[in-house]
Structures are given as structure tokens and as C-alpha cells.
């Protein structure tokens, strides 16, 4: 079992929609969250961090986090066609490695 | 700033060659960390170095190797070279060791033949 599990999708909304992406995790050492963005051909660009549970909120984009149920969630509002990349979560137990779920390929359709 | 800078960008290779990629950091960053990406096993930590000692290890072979530079800069080389190799190498940075945050380079995408 990966420590972190991330739905590949593909995902496909229409425009305007809220688009909705999870992991999970099994090491409950981690603390810090991290959500990349990656588009086609490119290296991923830091999205959100968040340390510890909680929500983090950044223009359309709404960072989750849920250490009881070891689950994190990236929320995106009124979803754009410039959003149509591979989204990653990642997390780390400090001054660690990143462990990466699998990406979610999500396309935002006009 | 400038950011994460990765060359080359494109390599080809043959099975038993050996590669060497290059990665320069964000300027004033003094980690740099080293991952594969590929579309069977995702992104996979390879090791990182800070002050041009290596502090962190993922788990592959040791054909696998790396190195960091007073600069910063860090190289990578991979030996003895495999078709399961090929893959996107990404190099990502920050700027101390404790740091949670990394920035990444666009990747040299590698392709074994």
C-alpha cells in the first residue's frame, strides 16, 4: 500500500464548476501538506501549503486538511480552462522528503 | 528571481551508457533535491543535498548518484543505464534544509533506448 493515495481520474467538469480533488494518507507522522500544479511538459509549481490540520484559503483555490482522518482536500471555485493540469498532493514529515500521491489529471472544459 | 533551472532539457540514451544532468537552485537556496517521475510510479524522491553533503536517500539503486556544488548547483548521474530509467528527472529547491516548501526546475526528460 503507498503511503499516499491520490485518484489519478482522469477528472472533467465544465467551466464555472467546483472541482473537488482528496488524498489519503497512512503515515500520521505528517504535518505538512502541500498541493502542486503541473502542467503538461513542465515541472510542478507549488500551489497551497498548509502545516497541521485546518483550511487555507488563496483566491479560488480552498486547502483542507484532516489529520483524524488523514485526509486532505484541494477545493478550486469557478474553475477555469487554465486549470486544466495534473494536480499533485504532497506531504512531508518536517525537514523530510516529499511523498507524492499519484497527481489527479483534471480538465476544465469551456 | 530566477528560478529553478534544469539542463538539459531532452536526452537520449542508450542501455549501458551513463548520464549526467545538471541543476541549478533558486539563487540563495542551499538544498537541492533530486526526483523521478514517471507514469507508472509517480514522483519519487531521490535524494537531497544540503552544503554539498547529501542528508536524504530514497530507495534506488545505487547507479543512482548525485553530488552538490560549493555554488549550490547540484549534478546528478545515473550509470549503467536501464530502459526503465527514462523518465522526467526533476530537481527541486529551498532555501535551508527545514524548510517544508520546494520549488521545482522543469525537469530533463530522459529516454532510454
Known amino acids: 500500500q503507498k503511503e499516499v493515495e491520490q485518484d489519478p481520474g482522469p477528472l472533467s467538469v465544465p467551466e464555472g464548476a467546483i472541482v473537488s480533488l482528496n488524498c489519503t494518507y497512512s503515515?500520521?507522522?505528517?504535518?505538512?501538506f502541500m498541493w502542486y500544479r503541473q502542467y503538461s511538459r513542465k515541472g510542478p509549481e507549488l500551489l497551497m501549503y498548509t502545516y497541521s490540520s485546518g483550511n487555507k484559503e488563496d483566491g479560488r483555490f480552498t486547502a483542507q486538511v484532516d489529520k483524524s482522518s488523514k485526509y486532505i482536500s484541494l477545493f478550486i471555485r469557478d474553475s477555469q480552462p487554465s486549470d486544466s493540469a495534473t494536480y499533485l498532493c504532497?506531504?512531508?514529515?518536517?525537514?523530510?522528503?516529499?511523498?507524492f500521491g499519484q497527481g489527479t489529471r483534471l480538465t476544465i472544459n469551456p | 528571481k530566477a528560478g529553478v533551472t534544469q539542463t538539459p532539457r531532452y536526452l537520449i540514451k542508450t542501455r549501458g551508457q551513463q548520464v549526467t544532468l545538471s541543476c541549478s537552485p533558486i539563487?540563495?537556496?542551499?538544498?537541492v533535491s533530486w526526483y523521478q517521475q514517471t507514469p507508472g510510479q509517480g514522483l519519487q524522491f531521490l535524494f537531497e543535498y544540503f552544503s554539498e553533503t547529501q542528508r536524504n536517500k530514497g530507495n534506488f539503486p545505487g547507479r543512482f548518484s548525485g553530488r552538490q556544488f560549493s555554488n549550490s548547483r547540484s549534478e546528478m548521474n545515473v550509470s549503467t543505464l536501464e530502459l526503465g530509467d527514462s523518465a522526467l528527472y526533476l530537481c527541486a529547491s529551498r532555501d535551508r534544509q527545514g524548510q517544508e516548501t520546494q520549488y521545482f526546475g522543469p525537469g530533463t526528460r530522459l529516454l532510454v533506448l
Open positions: 503515515n500520521s507522522a505528517f504535518q505538512y
Open positions: 504532497a506531504m512531508s514529515q518536517g525537514a523530510q522528503k516529499l511523498v
Open positions: 539563487s540563495g537556496h542551499r538544498s
